[in-house]
């Protein structure tokens, strides 16, 4: 694992209480992940799982991957596949967002000041925002 990489797992660790990391594959996942309320989706909190790309930071993570399952109004949300085709390494079946950091990918030598993998699961609430 990188500095970096290890650097900012323990920024997201500050954040959110836990997390948990696998180094074959790059992958991170988050337990109970915050779903903005009043809206109808069928979990106030899911897990959610994301895989760290090769060429990271150069290249941002794509997708954020959630527990089967997952209906927004009664139905399965746009832009999202069940089965994910790649499937983390995590117990269970995992269906997968399409999703994209949006706000311009700027890293930075210091992680607190450019982009950085806290970002990224910081805008996965935007996605459940947007409702279906």
């Given at each position: 694992?990188?500095?970096r990489v290890r650097e900012e797992l323990e920024l997201l660790?500050?954040?959110?209480?836990e997390v948990e990391y696998i180094e074959s594959g790059q992958w991170v996942k988050i337990k109970d992940y915050p779903i903005?309320?009043?809206?109808?989706?069928n979990r106030q909190t899911t897990d959610v799982c994301f895989q760290i790309p090769v060429g990271?930071?150069?290249?941002p993570p794509?997708?954020?991957y959630v527990p089967?399952?997952?209906l927004y109004d009664g139905s399965p949300p746009n832009n999202y596949q069940e089965p994910a085709q790649n499937s983390p390494p995590f117990q269970g079946a995992w269906g997968i967002f399409s999703w994209s950091h949006d706000s311009g990918w700027l890293p930075k030598a210091?992680?607190?000041t450019g982009s950085n993998l806290l970002n990224v699961v910081r805008t996965f609430k935007d996605r459940?925002?947007?409702?279906?």
């Open positions: 694992m990188s500095d660790r500050r954040n959110y209480s903005p309320s009043g809206l109808p989706w990271y930071p150069g290249t794509y997708g954020f089967a399952g997952i210091d992680i607190r459940f925002s947007e409702g279906r």
